[in-house]
C-alpha cells in the first residue's frame, strides 16, 4: 500500500497548475450558443434537500446556471512518447465551452507506475484565478486490496460528498454530505470489457437517482485516433440545468474517477498495461 497523503490537502505544499495543454491538442472553442445535449434531462424529478451550500464563484455560478459540462483531458507529450505515466490534467468547461476548471493530480511516481489505475492520489481544482475550488482523494483501491474504491471530496476544508464503488461491482454510489438522497453512476457493458473494445467507442453513464429516476449522463466521448498514442479522453457531464450545484460538482468528481477505473494506461504498451478489477 502507498503511503501517499491521502488528506483534504497539506497547508503548506499548494501546488499550481500548468494551464497549457501539449501544442498539438485542439481544445473546443467558446462560443455565443450553448452546445446541444442530445437526451438532456430537463429539470430534477425530486426536489433535493439538506445538502450544504457552496460559497459563490464564478465558476460555480457558471457551473449552476448550466446544464452540462465537457471535460478535457490534457495530452502529454512525455507520457506519449515515453510511456511513463505522468500526473493527470484536466480542463473543465461550462455550456459555451468557455474555460471556468482545472484540475490536476497530486501523486507519487511509485503509485503512478505500480498500481496504475488503480493508484491513490489527490485531486487539486483550481478557477481561472487559480483559486483553490475544492480537492478530491482516492483511497482504498490500491493493488493488493479487496477494500472499496472511495473518492472523497472536499470544499473550504470540509467533506462534501463521497463517491464509492465495491470491487467487481459496476455502479458508483455518490452521498451528498448532509442529503439523505442516494445516487448511482452506471456503467455500461461496453466499458466493462476488454480494453480493445472499451477504448473504440462512445460510452454513456448513465446517472439515477434514489428511486430509479434517471437525472443525467456521463459521457465518455470516442477519442478516434488518438486512442493508439494516449489515455487522455474527453467527457461529457449533462443534467438538469436546476440540479443542486454541489451534485454537478460531484458528479465532475465522478468523472475523473471512472477515467481512472475504466480509461487510464490505454495508450501505453500496447493496451496491455489496464489492472482489471
Not at 438532456?40 to 426536489?47: G, L
Not at 454530505?177 to 473494445?197: I, L, N, R, Y
Not at 470516442?222 to 436546476?242: C, K, N, Q, R
Not at 460531484?250 to 498495461?273: P, V
Request: hydrophobic share 35%.
Amino acid at each position: 500500500m502507498s503511503h501517499h497523503n491521502r488528506g483534504p490537502y497539506r497547508q503548506n505544499h499548494q501546488p499550481m497548475p500548468r494551464h497549457h495543454p501539449a501544442r498539438h491538442q485542439r481544445l473546443p472553442e467558446e462560443q455565443d450558443e450553448p452546445i446541444d445535449v442530445p437526451n438532456a434531462i430537463a429539470n430534477m424529478p425530486v426536489r433535493i434537500t439538506g445538502y450544504r451550500q457552496l460559497e459563490p464563484t464564478s465558476a460555480l455560478e457558471s457551473i449552476a446556471a448550466s446544464n452540462c459540462l465537457m471535460v478535457v483531458q490534457c495530452l502529454e507529450s512525455i507520457e506519449m512518447w515515453t510511456g511513463i505515466e505522468t500526473p493527470n490534467r484536466y480542463i473543465v468547461h461550462d455550456m459555451y465551452m468557455r474555460r471556468i476548471l482545472y484540475a490536476h493530480e497530486e501523486s507519487d511516481y511509485w503509485d503512478r507506475s505500480c498500481d496504475r489505475n488503480r493508484r491513490s492520489f489527490d485531486l487539486h481544482m483550481f478557477d481561472n484565478r487559480r483559486q483553490r475550488l475544492m480537492s478530491s482523494s482516492r483511497y482504498g483501491g490500491g493493488s493488493f486490496t479487496c477494500s472499496p474504491d472511495v473518492l472523497e471530496t472536499w470544499h473550504r476544508g470540509n467533506s462534501i460528498g463521497i463517491l464509492s464503488r465495491s470491487t467487481c461491482d459496476h455502479r458508483f454510489y455518490l452521498r451528498v454530505a448532509g442529503c439523505p438522497t442516494e445516487f448511482a453512476v452506471v456503467a455500461p457493458d461496453g466499458a466493462q470489457s476488454s480494453p480493445e473494445c472499451r477504448s473504440r467507442h462512445t460510452l454513456p453513464f448513465p446517472i439515477y437517482i434514489q428511486g430509479g429516476a434517471k437525472v443525467g449522463e456521463i459521457v465518455r466521448l470516442d477519442p478516434g485516433y488518438l486512442e493508439w498514442v494516449s489515455d487522455a479522453d474527453t467527457y461529457m457531464i449533462h443534467f438538469p440545468i436546476d440540479m443542486p450545484v454541489i451534485i454537478k460538482m460531484l458528479l465532475l468528481q465522478a468523472t475523473f474517477l471512472i477515467d481512472f477505473t475504466y480509461f487510464e494506461d490505454r495508450g501505453q504498451n500496447g493496451n496491455a498495461a489496464v489492472v482489471y478489477y
